[in-house]
């Protein structure tokens, strides 16, 4: 009898901590999308895990950023055990979404908690040129960003600036010294980018900056 009632006790207690973390998780990430710090924090305190997924398969440091929830999102990158570096599926990480996002403070907070300027294939650089958000760019080439970083398909930074950024992200670029000649897959180079969608103004700035750089003739 009495084994039966303990084997009772325990399932009763698996069966509510399982509840428990059910309504957990779906209180997690309405917090998140509803801004929500003290609930979220009170969930944090309880110990509920920071990093664990949504459906879709985004993190909740990645979801604060993209809403935005500016208010969740500084509990998530003040929590010790949150992963600032955790990819999703298609291998963003928390800092290519600020970068996307133009935000320069989260972008500061994200990377003094160590997450990674630097990574293969896509990364936070070729997010912002693509925006055109100069004081995000500023500060990932200060941290040492490869300025010529290739994504899985070749392209750069530069290249993604010539086609969606602003004028002032190519020159930039430009001017910190972005290789001009890389070609992507396709065999296009930053101009060819500027080109295919008619932007002449960054043709000329690219094509202006290819004839500086080549060596003059000696007479």
């Given at each position: 009898m009495k084994v039966q009632r303990r084997s009772f006790c325990l399932s009763l207690a698996l069966w509510t901590a399982v509840t428990a973390h059910a309504g957990s998780y779906e209180d997690f990430f309405a917090a998140i999308k509803q801004d929500d710090a003290s609930g979220l924090t009170a969930l944090l305190r309880r110990g509920f895990d920071p990093n664990t997924r949504a459906p879709d398969g985004q993190h909740g440091l990645y979801l604060a950023i993209r809403?935005?929830?500016?208010?969740?999102?500084?509990?998530?990158?003040?929590?010790?055990?949150?992963?600032?570096?955790?990819?999703?599926d298609a291998g963003e990480s928390p800092l290519m979404m600020a970068a996307l996002g133009g935000r320069l403070d989260w972008c500061r907070k994200l990377i003094a908690r160590g997450a990674a300027v630097n990574k293969t294939g896509w990364a936070p650089l070729h997010y912002a040129a693509?925006?055109?958000?100069?004081?995000?760019?500023?500060?990932?080439?200060?941290?040492?960003?490869?300025?010529?970083?290739?994504?899985?398909?070749r392209t750069t930074p530069l290249m993604m600036a010539a086609r969606y950024g602003s004028l002032d992200a190519v020159k930039l670029l430009l001017d910190e010294g972005a290789d001009?000649?890389?070609?992507?897959d396709?065999?296009?180079?930053?101009?060819?980018?500027?080109n295919s969608v008619q932007r002449a103004d960054v043709a000329e700035l690219i094509g202006k900056t290819v004839r500086q750089r080549q060596p003059r003739g000696k007479w």
């Open positions: 809403e935005p929830s500016p208010r969740a999102f500084q509990v998530l990158v003040d929590w010790p055990k949150t992963e600032v570096e955790s990819l999703n693509t925006k055109g958000h100069l004081d995000v760019m500023r500060l990932l080439l200060e941290e040492h960003a490869f300025i010529d970083a290739e994504s899985p398909n001009l000649m890389m070609k992507n396709q065999k296009m180079t930053a101009i060819d980018f500027a």
